[in-house]
């Protein structure tokens, strides 16, 4: 058990909806990532947040924003959702807010767009 | 276009061989890599790392050896198990120190015959 928690770990929806997941960051870790696993892309980078701050930002649509609240839990936010979005989201914790250090990874969430 | 990438894209081992994972990264700035396990089903799962001041590093069964002349890093696993099954993913930093983000490979799957 890594210590990072997802939910829900799976999602069923149609396009067009917007769905909302979830990330507890391991106890003390201060950044928050969130990362895009489909089967022709491998982990994609989205977003990092570092104790309530955007720090860094990847390859994540307009359509897709995501926030880190003061108790340090994160939510992505999908909007507008289309059947290319079906894809393993996954919620990572660090430390520090840097690119040197290992990253600690949730079991992910499941999103089926239909 | 990603920076880092991987040899072979599927491995098969005997129960008891040791396995080599290659990758191959292309930026010679990044200064910090690391490899991940992925079984089905979960997250990735930290392995082992490396900075870029060390040629080689070793843990339990599994040894990261980085050649930054030819911009290579392999991860070795000793006696490999049927539990070894799993994807393995390869990270970097994408432009070292402080800059960027940690950028994966497409991983490469890795079973064990028993």
């Known amino acids: 058990d890594s210590g990072v928690t997802q939910t829900p770990k799976h999602l069923i929806t149609a396009t067009g909806q917007r769905v909302t997941l979830r990330c507890s960051p391991r106890?003390?870790?201060?950044?928050v990532y969130w990362y895009q696993q489909s089967l022709d892309q491998g982990l994609q980078f989205l977003i990092q947040?570092?104790?309530?701050?955007?720090?860094a930002k990847g390859n994540i649509l307009e359509r897709f924003s995501a926030q880190q609240f003061p108790d340090l839990h994160s939510e992505l936010n999908l909007s507008s959702l289309e059947l290319g979005d079906s894809a393993l989201y996954f919620c990572?914790?660090?430390?520090?807010?840097?690119?040197?250090?290992?990253?600690?990874f949730g079991s992910g969430t499941q999103l089926s767009v239909l | 276009g990603e920076s880092v990438g991987l040899h072979l894209p599927t491995l098969s081992v005997q129960e008891g061989d040791n396995s080599i994972i290659n990758c191959a990264y292309s930026?010679?700035?990044?200064?910090?890599f690391i490899w991940y396990k992925q079984e089905s089903g979960k997250g990735p799962q930290f392995i082992i790392d490396?900075?870029?001041?060390?040629d080689k590093r070793q843990g339990q069964r599994v040894t990261v050896l980085l050649n930054k002349t030819v911009k290579h890093l392999s991860l070795q696993i000793a006696a490999t198990q049927p539990g070894d099954s799993a994807v393995y993913f390869c990270?970097?930093?994408?432009?070292?120190?402080?800059?960027?983000?940690?950028?994966f490979g497409k991983g490469t799957k890795l079973s064990v015959k028993p």
């Open positions: 990572a914790s660090s430390v520090g807010r840097l690119p040197n250090e290992k990253l600690f």
């Open positions: 106890s003390g870790d201060l950044s």
């Open positions: 947040y570092y104790n309530g701050e955007e720090r």
């Open positions: 930026n010679s700035a990044s200064d910090y």
């Open positions: 490396i900075r870029s001041n060390m």
């Open positions: 990270a970097e930093n994408e432009y070292g120190g402080s800059q960027g983000n940690l950028i």
